[in-house]
Nanobody, 123 residues
Framework: QVQLVESGGGLVQAGESLRLSCAAS????????MGWFRQDAGKEREFVGS????????YYADSVKGRFIISRDIAKRTMYLQMNSLKPEDTAVYYC????????????????WGQGTQVTVSS
């Protein structure tokens, strides 16, 4: 059983940066991918980006490409989402996810979800 624990959410102004963390425990990550999704009020859950755990290949939604960077620390079993040049439209609950089969792109059916952390960007 895998558990995902997120941290780092908060309130920031437009143009500022924020880094989210997702610490994982349990399971094996061989061949797996970890990713970030977000969901704002009244909207569908949206793919943000992901990383293949072993190879490190990353994928990003067009809306965040060039602004957000996903990385991971294999030893710490932790994934990070560095969010730069934040915009009000980035406001959402951000969810960490793990799927046993990489790659993870725009699908929302994944094996494990974190609890979510609120990111609010003021204008």
């Amino acid at each position: 059983q895998v558990q995902l624990v997120e941290s780092g959410g908060g309130l920031v102004q437009a143009g500022e940066s924020l880094r989210l963390s997702c610490a994982a425990s349990g399971g094996t990550f061989v061949g797996a991918a970890m990713g970030w999704f977000r969901q704002d009020a009244g909207k569908e859950r949206e793919f943000v980006g992901s990383i293949n755990w072993s190879g490190g290949t990353t994928y990003y939604a067009d809306s965040v490409k060039g602004r957000f960077i996903i990385s991971r620390d294999i030893a710490k079993r932790t994934m990070y989402l560095q969010m730069n040049s934040l915009k009000p439209e980035d406001t959402a609950v951000y969810y960490c996810a793990l799927d046993a089969r990489a790659p993870l792109r725009d699908r929302t059916e994944v094996d494990y979800w974190g609890q979510g952390t609120q990111v609010t960007v003021s204008s």
